[in-house]
Structure formats: structure tokens, C-alpha cells
């Protein structure tokens, strides 16, 4: 691509305007009118207020991509992010007009913002009387909240789109296998052998000997592939009932089906028998198998219940530091924490509904939000209303941050979670906005970009020019 480059005080105050720009528009009670539809999305928002001015655009996409991860992982903050942003920068740029250096003062409220945050940690308090009555902002509904508050004490949440009108919750107990039952028909089945392989199945002699060894014990099979003789014989036999196994082909794939795996094999006390294991399928035995309680098998799906243990308890620790980790997107953290209900035992579901697909999708993004805060207070605790009163600033980079605190918190309580992280990451882009030295903007395309265009490839995608 053609670039263009402005530096120092003119690429800053440009980058200031586009942060201003947006940041005003968030700042602002309720939902924003984008295309028709209302929105608190940062990026949505962004996208259809860039300009012809690219330095400008560039601080847009800026706060968009700070405030839209801060949404994101805490399910909320939108309006405290975009309030304590402007605050911020609008007090940086007087004073670097009254003389302070501006890397020594982005020094300074990097320092600030770390004290600060430090304490609203030490005096969160775990007891949070208006909860209930913040998730009603975030959902828009009274029902809705009380709903995510009641799958909050039923174990991890975990929210899905619904044909239906009216959006429910369920309790479910076990793990659902998302796989099609390829032999054996719908049934409720007790104290059942599992057996979990990502092997493929072909031949019905490799399973011969360790159903011999089981007798008349019901085996449920989970594989990465069954075909060929050994699909066929398997439910030739079932159905003349020689034999009592119900056979998965394991959901997914790549990494996502591998976690499933693994994740069944914990939940019943076994392990992945994979394609390269020096052990053969004669040498299996009844032993080496994991045990559920109960397994519902249907046409498309099962659910198992297993038994928890500390293996379970491991592998869970493991996923909740996936989650935390700042490179997990809000998706993956979704599915992630799905995983941990499986786990559990008792998963909790709020299936989402609405008139229209449109309604479905906002509904789900409303609650997944709510459980995302509701979790966040659950975990790091609430401030109280008058936190930010307590704080008494001395240095001027501390005065800078206390008053984008104070104008971000509004007298209101709020998660420690969520302050903590407003706090960092604000101060983070105002200390990086503070040293920017050049600002650089893609003008024009240049003959090897046409050439790949005409190829049909997303030139600004690959490039990464509106990746927020």
C-alpha cells in the first residue's frame, strides 16, 4: 500500500481528535442508532463514523479497539471506558501545553494508574446488594437479569440461540456430546463403560475382543470415525441384541474436537486412546475404560453424567487460565467456559429467543454480557459508590487519573473486575497516545495490491487497515 506520514504534536492532535470524536458519542446514556438498529458496540459505532480524514480515523479504530475489548471481556463498560478516555486525554493534552513532557508524564499515569488499581483490589467487597439491578441495565429486562442471576447459583452459564419466541433456562446435568448416534437407538442408559478413542473404527474384529471381555455390559463408544464393516456389524448386532453398544462419531474438529475428548475421557475417569498409542485395541480391557452414572443417548446428541473428581478439578484450573489469559478472545472465551460447565456437572443453559433472527442474536449479546459482569463481581467483588472520593491525589499525572475516575464511576457502584481493567487499559492507550513519535496511514494502493484485488483478496483485511 501507499502510506502517508504526519509526526509528533500533529499525528498526536489528529489521533486526539478521532479518540474525542468517538469517545463523545459513547459517552452518552443508552444504545446508539447504527443502520437502522441500536447498538453499544464501540466497533459498529466506529466503522460508520470514520471519516475522510485517515489520521482521525486512526484514533477512531484506537478507542474502538480498547473499549470494545474492555466490553468484551467484562460484558459491560462501554459508557465508564469512553468517559474515563476522554478525560484522560483531554486533561494529557493541556498538560503537555503547560510544559510537562509527554513521556515522562505517560511514565507517571502508567504509575498512578497501577497505585490506584492496586487499591480498588484490596477494599473490593464481595457483597453486592444492586447487582441485581445492574444487570437490569445491562439486559434491559427485570425477568432476563433474574434469570442470569438464578443460573449464576446453579453453576457456570452458558447461552444459546432458541427457536423459540421467549427466551428459558434449563439445568442440565452432564456433558452433552454433539455427535450423531451412528448404532443404538435413543435410550437411558445406567452405569455404562465408556470407551474414548480418536482412532478411526473400520474393522469390527479390533472391537471383538474387548466386548467378549465386557459380556453384556453396555459399551458407549466415542470415535473420530466409524466405517465401513464395523459400522455395519455393529448395528446389525445391536439391533438383534447380541451386543449393547452405542456408538458416537465425535463432534467437531481439529483442536475443538481434541478438547471435547479429552474433556469426556476426565469427566469418566479415563483417557484419549489416540491413533499413535503403542497399545493395540486387543489389549484394551473392561479396566482401562471410564465409568458414567447415566448416559441419555438420542439421534443427535447424548448427555453423560460423570463422576467429578480432582482430575476435573485440574483441568478446570487449566481452562480458567485460558480464559484470564489477554490473548482469549470474548468467542473462545464463550466456549471455554461452556467447557466448564461440562465439567461441572451441572450445566446451567439460557436459550435465547426473540420474534426474529435479528431479536435471537441481540438477546443472546445482551445476556452473554450480563453473565460475563455478573461473573466479573462474582470473581473480583464490587466497589462501593464513594470509592473514588476516598483517593486524594498529589502529582499532576495523579490528579489526571483520579478525575477520569471520578467522571467514569459517576457516584455508582461498580465491579472491581471491570474498574481494574478500565483502569490499566485506558491509561495504556493514553501513555501510548503521549509518545507517539509518527502516525501512519494507508493513502492508495500500489500494483501488487491491485494485482492480489483482482484475485479476488480482501486487501484491507490481509493488510489489517480496519482490524479494531
Known sequence: MIRQMVYEETGRKKLAEGIRELCRVLACDGAILVNGSYTMSAAAAARHMEGEDLYMNQGIRLAAGAIAEI??????????????????????????????????????IRKAADWMADAAEKTAIHQCAHLGQQLIEITGDEELAEMVLQAMEAGQVIIKDSMQVKTRMEVIKGMTVNGQLLAGRAATLKGVEVLVTSRKLSSFSDLLPLLEKLGNRPLFLVADEIEGEALTLLKTNMENRRIAVWAVKAPGIGKRKEDMLADLAVLTGTRVYGEYDLLSWKELSPEMLGMADTIEAAAAYSVVEGRTSEASARRIAG?????????????????????????????PVIYAGGETTVKVKEEKLRLEYAAAYAQSVKKYGMLRSGFADGISAETAAEKIVLAGMRKS?????VSAGLFVLLLRKITSLTAMWLTTGAVMVSTGYDREDRELMESGVDVERLRGSYEY
Open 319 to 347: 481452562i480458567h487460565e485460558l480464559i484470564e489469559d489477554p490473548k482469549t478472545n470474548f468467542y473462545d472465551q464463550q466456549v471455554l467456559r461452556e467447557r466448564i460447565a461440562w465439567l461441572s456437572g451441572q450445566v
Open 71 to 108: 466490553n468484551a471481556r467484562t460484558g459491560c463498560g462501554t459508557k465508564e471506558a469512553a468517559s474515563m478516555l476522554l478525560s484522560q486525554v483531554t486533561a494529557c493534552e493541556q498538560a503537555v501545553c503547560s510544559g510537562i513532557n509527554p513521556v515522562y508524564l505517560s511514565r507517571e
Open 409 to 413: 464511576l459517576s457516584g455508582k457502584e
